[in-house]
T-cell receptor, first 115, second 115 residues
Framework: EAGVAQSPRYKIIEKRQSVAFWCNPI?????LYWYQQILGQGPKLLIQ????????DSQLPKDRFSAERLKGVDSTLKIQPAKLEDSAVYLC?????????????FGPGTRLTVT | AQSVAQPEDQVNVAEGNPLTVKCTYS??????LFWYVQYPNRGLQFLLK??????LVKGSYGFEAEFNKSQTSFHLKKPSALVSDSALYFC?????????????FGAGTRLFVKA
């Protein structure tokens, strides 16, 4: 079974630039999550999708972050404009459905460095 | 407000010895508790969960965890450590808050098993 795919794996940008991350969840997984993991901290949920609808985006900084999952499969997370404090690893995860939220399968992450 | 603490940044243990990675939590209501592991250059993997029932739960790779309600703890244990267990371990707690269920992760504990 193929895992959760993310790209790019690494990205370095200057502050005020924009960046986009892509995630392809495990086939058939209806629920998709984006997390931000700052160095030395645990993952923090940014947004959760159920198919192509948003379930929870309460911790997403909506003034600069946006995410979409138009066809209920792939998802993109965008930051515009980036700030220094956005430097982190961005993790994508998927699960079969919201009831199996604990069995999330995580991708390898995208490490973002903002200079 | 809910919180989860992993009081040790790093745990060192010799191969073959028992290991314990500590986790304490604070929630209002009944907690759902989880452990995840992150191996180098790989995504987080679900290890085990406590939802209800027996306080001792068994998970993947020979790990187990004990839920202690009076001490609000959910320590991860393994009777005999392997060098391959060296990784970053995250405790997570999920509970019902204003706005629905929220899951938060601890900051992580790095386990180093020496041969």
């Amino acid at each position: 079974e193929a895992g959760v795919a993310q790209s790019p794996r690494y990205k370095i940008i200057e502050k005020r630039q924009s960046v986009a991350f892509w995630c392809n969840p495990i086939s058939g997984h209806a629920t998709l999550y984006w997390y931000q993991q700052i160095l030395g901290q645990g993952p923090k949920l940014l947004i959760q999708f159920q198919n192509n609808g948003v379930v929870d985006d309460s911790q997403l900084p909506k003034d600069r972050f946006s995410a979409e999952r138009l066809k209920g499969v792939d998802s993109t997370l965008k930051i515009q404009p980036a700030k220094l404090e956005d430097s982190a690893v961005y993790l994508c995860a998927s699960s079969q459905n919201p009831d199996r939220y604990y069995e999330q399968y995580f991708g390898p992450g995208t490490r973002l460095t903002v200079t | 407000a809910q919180s989860v603490a992993q009081p040790e940044d790093q745990v060192n243990v010799a191969e073959g010895n028992p290991l314990t990675v500590k986790c304490t939590y604070s929630v209002s209501g009944n907690p759902y508790l989880f452990w995840y592991v992150q191996y180098p250059n790989r995504g987080l993997q679900f290890l085990l969960k406590y939802i209800t029932g027996d306080n001792l739960v068994k998970g993947s790779y020979g790990f187990e965890a004990e839920f202690n309600k009076s001490q609000t703890s959910f320590h991860l244990k393994k009777p005999s450590a392997l060098v391959s267990d060296s990784a970053l371990y995250f405790c997570a707690v999920r509970s019902l808050n204003t706005g629905g269920f929220k899951t938060i992760f601890g900051a992580g504990t790095r386990l180093f098993v020496k041969a």
